[in-house]
């Protein structure tokens, strides 16, 4: 692991763009994180930088001669940095390449995001332990965790063409979906527009550098093919869930939509929030393939977490909505090195722009839960929102909101910016 804080990391800095110095900003000079945009009629997506509530357009900025962003995330991690480095001295005071870099800033109010990379392939794991023992409990009540649970990260292959990106105004919208659900005292499935829509609180990894076919990534290395992290709402039907697991897991539940947000931020730029990687002290130790001094060392990241539900009745309100809840990323299970390792130990060829979910990331204390499922106690308890409205799944027109931001004392707080997905009616 290559996590050294440098020059870049330094709270002091301040740019010439002003918005970036705002202390409430997600995107100030120590952040700098990626994505794709297009202004107006544009048919072709430019990578860009934010910074404050600006994007740096890196091919007029002539920092480098990369445009696709997926040959540009599979650079190695050194040219990477180096890339960081040029970025954020270009954009500090008194810098000498200020005229040219501010004639490459566009405002993000004037351009539409689009994913931060074209996806390949999509694995979504199961790492919060807190979020497979309380949805356990409700069907195992004397043994919520597997067998597995502890020795290897639980995943599975999703769906990469239905996952969007979360754009100005509503977010990614999407239709409730329709599936066959069966009722506990019901004889057979009926097919009906999905009754217990539900978010999960995410995150995405983005894969860096790609690995070949029949050569397993060491845990050691990792990171390197980690490009960065970003929000992900892996939106889920469970009822349809419910009837169609068994025995080969999600499908129709899960294909329907995913939303993530559309900065990608790097390992670099989260460098300064890392934090040991500790496991219960009566837990099994990892497997040697999945297991490090490095990594326990400095394997978890601190990044807090919150879901915000705006219901239709509040936006009319212009009510911005309200927090359901918050956790921390560092309280996972299984790292995102951790992950990599597992993934290629069986050969499994990584690519540029591969997208992994962490799993729902809930943490220790009931309030904590990362799904609806786990905060109404799988529909079983209604939760009672300020205006007197409830919930104990979404209705159409909710909009669900992650963010994430990293702080500590000594250092900027950068953040994700904004995660938002809108709830439509079925197709009739």
């Not at 999945?290 to 060392?297: M, Q, V």
């Not at 299970?333 to 499994?348: F, K, R």
Request: charged share 25%; hydrophobic share 35%; net charge negative.
């Amino acid at each position: 692991m290559n996590l050294a804080i440098d020059q870049t990391h330094d709270p002091a800095l301040q740019s010439w763009v002003e918005s970036a110095n705002d202390p409430a900003t997600d995107f100030p000079v120590q952040n700098l994180p990626f994505g794709r945009f297009r202004r107006g009629d544009d048919l072709d997506w430019c990578i860009g930088v934010a910074i404050g509530d600006q994007v740096l357009d890196l091919s007029r900025a002539k920092v480098t001669e990369i445009q696709d962003i997926k040959r540009l995330m599979s650079l190695n991690r050194q040219a990477r940095h180096a890339l960081r480095l040029v970025i954020s001295q270009g954009l500090l005071h008194r810098s000498p390449d200020e005229a040219r870099f501010r004639a490459a800033l566009v405002p993000q109010a004037e351009v539409e995001m689009g994913l931060p990379c074209e996806i390949g392939d999509y694995t979504d794991f199961y790492t919060s332990i807190h979020h497979a023992t309380t949805v356990g409990k409700q069907f195992r009540p004397d043994n919520p965790l597997l067998p597995n649970y502890k020795w290897l990260p639980i995943g599975y292959h999703g769906r990469s063409s239905s996952i969007g990106v979360s754009r100005a105004g509503l977010g990614q919208t999407f239709r409730r979906p329709w599936g066959q659900s069966k009722a506990p005292d019901a004889t057979e499935p009926k097919l009906t527009p999905c009754g217990r829509l539900d978010f999960e609180l995410e995150l995405g990894a983005f894969i860096a550098q790609p690995n070949a076919m029949g050569e397993p990534v060491r845990l050691a290395d990792a990171e390197e093919h980690v490009f960065g992290l970003a929000l992900f709402n892996d939106w889920s039907a469970r009822d349809i869930q419910a009837w169609e697991y068994q025995p080969l897991g999600p499908f129709l539940s899960k294909n329907f939509a995913s939303t993530v947000s559309p900065w990608m931020v790097t390992l670099d730029a989260l460098a300064p929030f890392r934090e040991p990687f500790n496991r219960p002290e009566n837990d099994p130790a990892p497997l040697p393939y999945l297991d490090s001094p490095e990594n326990r060392k400095q394997g978890a990241i601190n990044i807090e977490l919150e879901v915000w539900l705006q219901t239709a009745r509040m936006r009319a309100d212009k009510r911005p909505g309200e927090r359901l809840m918050q956790s921390n990323y560092r309280d996972t299970y299984w790292t995102v090195a951790q992950l990599v390792a597992h993934h290629t130990v069986s050969g499994c060829n990584l690519r540029s722009g591969d997208l992994f979910g962490s799993g729902t990331l809930s943490g220790p204390r009931p309030d904590q839960g990362g799904s609806l499922l786990e905060l109404s106690l799988g529909g079983k308890r209604p939760i009672t929102l300020s205006n007197g409205e409830q919930r104990t799944f979404l209705e159409d027109g909710d909009s669900v909101i992650l963010r994430g931001y990293c702080q500590r004392e000594g250092f900027r707080r950068i953040g994700f910016g904004e995660c938002r997905g809108t709830v439509l009616p079925a197709h009739p």
